[in-house]
């Protein structure tokens, strides 16, 4: 089976960095995967790592490393949109994603 | 870039009756599909996964009766849900993989309140 930890809520201030941790325990184990989801809405893909390493999309990006079953997703610039859930999401080859708990992102001014 | 249309997007029906979620793939061959159930303030759970022209697949504590899952084509898949109850309200979104996708597309979801 797969399970995803994440922590439960981070709050930040506009323009500052967030890292939103994730670690996972699965078997079989192919690749990390990061989604954003606001209220109401359906989730929205924002990066995947299949290799280790660092994964850069403009202001975010997400860590992968295999032999600490860890991950992270970085949040640069926050803006007051940023405000969303966060869901990691691993998944066997060829089968479904599995998502952790989430992470809900409150940004201030 | 791969696109799932999910309708409806929202659905409020009688307790007894019976509701269907229809999820398209718009262009490319859905293979499989997965279908997820969200409570508010949870995460998405995987319910089911469904291949091409095969019965589905669910997920522990799922009932199959109750939530009957049909992909007869490369580009639909559709879940009723039967005799619904008001604990059946909630968020459900499918998710495609094709044969040339290897990702996976989100549809837009069903807020599906039963009263």
């Known amino acids: 089976g797969q399970s995803l930890e994440q922590p439960s809520e981070v709050t930040a201030v506009e323009g500052a960095i967030v890292q939103i941790n994730c670690t996972y325990q699965?078997?079989?184990?192919?690749?990390l995967s990061w989604y954003q989801q606001h209220d109401g809405g359906a989730p929205t893909f924002l990066s995947y790592?299949?290799?280790?390493g660092l994964e850069e999309t403009g202001r975010f990006s997400s860590f992968l490393s295999r032999s600490d079953s860890y991950g992270y997703l970085l949040l640069q610039e926050l803006q007051m949109k940023d405000s969303a859930s966060y869901f990691c999401?691993?998944?066997?080859?060829?089968?479904?994603?599995?998502f952790g708990k989430g992470t809900t992102l409150s940004v201030s001014s | 870039g791969a696109v799932v249309s999910q309708h409806p997007s929202r659905v409020i029906c009688k307790s007894g009756t019976s509701v269907k979620i229809e999820c398209r793939s718009l262009?490319?061959?859905?293979?499989?599909m997965f279908w997820y159930r969200q409570f508010p303030k949870q995460s998405l759970m995987l319910m089911a996964t469904?291949?091409?022209?095969?019965?589905?697949?669910?997920e522990q504590g799922v009932e199959k009766d109750k939530f009957l899952i049909n992909h007869a084509s490369l580009t639909l898949s559709t879940l009723t849900v039967t005799s619904a109850h008001p604990e059946d309200s909630s968020f459900y979104i499918c998710?495609?993989?094709?044969?040339?996708?290897?990702?996976?597309?989100f549809g837009s979801g069903t807020r599906l309140t039963v009263v």
């Open positions: 469904s291949n091409e022209g095969s019965k589905a697949t669910y």
């Open positions: 262009d490319f061959q859905a293979t499989t």
């Open positions: 998710s495609a993989r094709g044969d040339r996708n290897y990702g996976y597309t």
């Open positions: 699965t078997s079989g184990f192919y690749g």
């Open positions: 999401a691993g998944n066997q080859a060829g089968t479904a994603l599995i």
């Open positions: 790592n299949g290799l280790d």
